[in-house]
């Protein structure tokens, strides 16, 4: 039985709790069902059926271009496989920056369809009117700061942000608004540590950080880097806990030699009549 099979399921409340007694909360992303399973059958707490589906899923360049039906669809998969883990659901570009009614339609979309436990966009004071609107419709919402992917054209590059005085002190002041408007944490991507902690430590909602150092309340890693499956990818953040990608290549190989040999399939493969 998986570790968390009999455990109790996560929730937001969980998380809050977490922050306070200064356990580190575990966050990883999922886009299928069958790792979906295994990550929250080791027990992660929060599994992000995250934009970088995009990327990872669909090969795509950057987070632009998945659509809300792409997500729901992964969050679909990913639901059908959870027990324990809080399950939150990245809104994509393109679906909630319009104006706040179509930040609460897309995320109903996503609560319902998919049965999700909680939203994520990305963005401080400019979303913060849609956050709101969506906490009006009880739907929880984890904010995103510092890095945010679905930017990369206004950023140009996807480098450590609020290394200078002002955008660091912009992003505590977003940090703080996010927490006012209700968010239950918030994702710290890609930003220098000493800010990460004083984020940290100027609100009381948990921070889940990507490349922000070791001082967040707790730590996110995309699943398929931390693997060792996408290889072309190697920030300095990445701790790699396997290299899935060359055991794959192996295997595959050598199953290539079986059937060219008529190794496979052998006697105790095949069925008698
Ligand atoms: O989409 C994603 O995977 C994310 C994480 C990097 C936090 O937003």
């Not at 324990?84 to 909630?96: H, M, S």
């Not at 945010?148 to 977003?174: C, H, M, N, W």
Request: glycine share 8%; proline share 3%; net charge negative.
């Amino acid at each position: 039985m998986s570790v968390h099979a009999q455990a109790k399921k996560v929730t937001t409340h969980t998380l809050q709790e977490m922050k306070r007694s200064g356990e580190k909360i575990t966050m990883l992303t999922a886009y299928d069902y069958s790792l979906a399973r295994l990550v929250d059958g080791a027990g992660v707490d929060v599994i992000l059926v995250g934009d970088s589906a995009s990327n990872v899923m669909a090969g795509q360049v950057t987070t632009v271009p998945i659509t809300l039906d792409h997500m729901i669809y992964h969050a679909q998969c990913v639901e059908r496989a959870v027990d324990r883990a809080l399950i939150v659901v990245d809104l994509p570009f393109g679906t909630y920056q319009g104006n706040s009614k179509q930040a609460l339609d897309s995320s109903i979309r996503i609560m319902k369809e998919a049965a999700a436990h909680a939203v994520k966009l990305e963005g401080g004071a400019e979303i913060v009117e849609s956050i709101k609107r969506i906490l009006t419709a009880g739907i929880p919402v984890m904010g995103h700061l510092g890095l945010t992917p679905q930017s990369i054209y206004k950023f140009g590059t996807y480098t450590v942000r609020a290394k200078e005085d002002e955008e660091a002190k912009k992003l505590i002041e977003d940090a703080k608004l996010l927490e006012e408007a209700g968010c239950f944490a918030i994702v710290l991507e890609k930003i220098p540590k000493d800010l990460a902690k004083k984020v940290s430590e100027s609100v009381n909602i948990p921070t889940i950080g990507i490349g922000a150092g070791p001082d967040t309340d707790g730590q996110v890693l995309v699943l398929h880097d931390l693997l060792g499956i996408t290889m072309d990818f190697s920030p300095r953040f990445l701790r790699r806990y396997l290299n899935l990608a060359e055991d794959i290549n192996n295997a595959i190989g050598q199953y290539c030699q079986d059937v060219r040999s008529g190794d496979f399939p052998n006697e105790s493969e095949s069925y008698s009549s």
